[in-house]
């Protein structure tokens, strides 16, 4: 096998959606095949706030402080959920905005590749919500598989 196309470290993005499951199955199954660390990364976007109607500052407000702790507890609890399945895995989770977060990551950790799930959007939702996935492929330096989401 030719070294520069075995991966060591896999980033793995989860927003714990069913999209990201089909991609935590491939990365389980690379991340045996190659011998490869795997890393699991949620990135807590907290400007879906924003999206939903609410004012840019709505973090400001107290309430609002005790529903952001609230939302880090959960996605503590939902890696912790998702790295069971995958036994030495090493979990990270940051804020931020998901497009530039997951590519700091991988770059923070050598990351010699990344998989992640796509919701596969088109439309009006593409054009509103945009893909991820297709910016990190865009901007990514290192391999970046996608995996659609398995329907059945």
């Not at 491939?26 to 706030?49: M, N, P, Q, S, Y």
């Not at 399945?85 to 990551?105: C, F, K, Y």
Request: aromatic share 4%.
């Amino acid at each position: 096998m030719v070294e520069s196309v075995r991966p060591r470290r896999i980033l793995v993005p989860t927003d714990f959606s069913p999209g990201a499951e089909s991609a935590l199955e491939w990365a389980k199954a690379l991340g045996e095949a190659f011998r490869a660390e795997v890393l699991l990364l949620h990135v807590l976007d907290l400007t879906i706030g924003a999206l939903a109607g609410f004012p840019a500052n709505v973090a400001m407000v107290p309430a609002a402080g005790e529903l952001l702790e609230r939302i880090r507890v959960e996605a503590q609890q939902e890696m912790a959920k998702v790295s069971g399945r995958m036994p030495g895995a090493r979990t990270i989770i940051r804020e931020g905005m998901p497009r530039s977060m997951i590519l700091d990551v991988a770059r923070e950790v050598g990351a010699d590749m990344i998989v992640m799930g796509t919701h596969g959007r088109t439309g009006l939702t593409h054009v509103f919500f945009g893909s991820v996935a297709e910016h990190v492929v865009r901007h990514s330096r290192i391999a970046v598989l996608t995996v659609r989401q398995r329907t059945e």
